[in-house]
């Protein structure tokens, strides 16, 4: 089954032009590497809103193996993008359930079976959509409605993020809870987050759309080193 690494880097404020430069970089000449099936460098809003955060971005990758990212991380390559960055982080995920499309696509699914995330362990959350012309106004209006719901959960929330790819239309969200109880609690128990999904379907907010979930296998990096979980890359 595929590897998911989701990985953060955070830049110094010297850094900023640089990081910009990167993606522009990324988007001309994107990663060539050994098992790298699925590829995306993502953009960070501040507070999940429209403001761009201009030191924080994302890398995701979808991979054969491990083994194969591991080592396009030590590349020289992926080492330039790392030069004038703060703090990284890096989530190691294996997905168990992924439906919708990015790009045309769904980059999670494999031909092995999707298996249900293991008992009172971490799990990853993405959510990533195309919002409609017509429904930005609209869209925009409710985000913090939807980020208040997020804040409200922070005892079972270890991480979040608010990424785009391209601005104000491309969005998506990567969260990281301690269990499936909790994403659970929050996605199908709470009135104001249910109250949020039933507008995208009603007002037919997204032209394309993906959720997935994955078991959280690591976290690790600078990033990371303050989440009170026990996690570990299996042997």
């Not at 994107?30 to 699925?38: D, S, V």
């Amino acid at each position: 089954m595929s590897i998911v690494t989701v990985t953060v880097l955070n830049y110094q404020p010297g850094g900023q032009y640089r990081a910009f430069a990167n993606v522009g970089r990324w988007m001309i000449r994107p990663f060539k590497a050994e098992g790298l099936q699925f590829q995306k460098l993502l953009g960070s809003g501040q507070n999940f809103g429209l403001v761009p955060n201009w030191s924080t971005y994302v890398f995701l990758g979808v991979w054969d193996t491990e083994t194969q990212a591991r080592h396009f991380f030590q590349t020289p390559d992926w080492q330039f993008y790392l030069e004038k960055t703060q703090a990284t982080g890096t989530l190691w995920l294996q997905p168990f359930k992924s439906q919708g499309q990015w790009d045309g696509r769904n980059p999670f699914l494999t031909e092995v079976a999707l298996q249900q995330n293991p008992p009172n362990q971490p799990i990853a959350v993405l959510t990533r959509a195309t919002i409609r012309t017509r429904s930005l106004l609209d869209f925009w209006r409710h985000v913090p409605q939807a980020r208040q719901r997020l804040n409200d959960h922070q005892q079972d929330l270890l991480f979040s993020i608010g990424v785009g790819e391209k601005p104000v239309v491309q969005q998506a969200t990567i969260s990281v809870w301690r269990d499936a109880a909790a994403v659970e609690q929050f996605a199908y128990r709470q009135s104001g987050h249910k109250e949020i999904v039933r507008l995208t379907r009603q007002r037919k907010w997204y032209s394309e759309e993906l959720f997935a979930r994955f078991t959280v296998l690591a976290m690790e990096g600078t990033l990371f080193t303050r989440v009170d979980t026990a996690i570990s890359m299996p042997a």
